[in-house]
């Protein structure tokens, strides 16, 4: 078995500490990838090399300035790829473990920025909710019940999103120094 595919692990490791660290462990067992395409976070697809000790960086940047890539890739990081706004990078290591955020405070910005793109996210889906409810309401004191019924399923649905999301939030600020 030299290739394996993995489903979702953006979705399971949502704080980018965890992501990083799991790339890294996947690394040293001699799991490794060559370009992280833009569904990374649904499908990452591995080969079986030699182990190697590389230090991961999840990087969200919505809009990177133009010599963002020439900066990373001027200290020696290897562009791993992209998913959606979030940028991978790599440097393979032998001693130390290089960093990437020098300091607390770029590590907790980075974090936050995150966290306000999923809060985002969640507010867009709170607004489906809470019209659905409405209009299910409407319909419901409208005697129209088989309608308001059919809006169940959309709104477990958003609602299970919305759960998640919520979930999603949590880690990243129980992390935000991580």
């Not at 030699?50 to 919505?62: A, G, I, M, Q, W």
């Not at 990081?77 to 990437?100: A, I, L, N, Q």
């Not at 308001?148 to 600020?173: D, K, T």
Request: aromatic letters at 16%.
């Amino acid at each position: 078995m030299n290739k394996k595919t993995i489903w979702f692990s953006a979705f399971r490791k949502v704080v980018p500490a965890d992501f990083e660290e799991w790339m890294e462990n996947l690394a040293k067992d001699g799991w490794n990838i060559d370009k992280l395409g833009q569904f990374g976070a649904f499908k990452i697809k591995l080969h079986k090399t030699e182990p190697k000790t590389y230090r991961y960086v999840f990087d969200l940047n919505v809009c990177p300035k133009k010599d963002y890539k020439h900066t990373y890739e001027q200290f020696g990081w290897e562009y791993v790829g992209r998913m959606s706004s979030c940028f991978v990078w790599r440097k393979e290591y032998t001693d130390v473990r290089p960093e990437s955020f020098s300091d607390r405070e770029s590590l907790i910005q980075r974090n936050k920025r995150l966290k306000n793109a999923f809060c985002v996210i969640l507010i867009m889906m709170l607004v489906p909710i809470a019209a659905a409810l409405v209009g299910g309401s409407v319909l419901f004191v409208n005697g129209d019940v088989g309608k308001a019924y059919a809006l169940i399923p959309f709104v477990l649905f958003f609602a299970g999103i919305s759960i998640y999301l919520s979930w999603v939030i949590r880690q990243l600020n129980k992390n935000l120094e991580r």
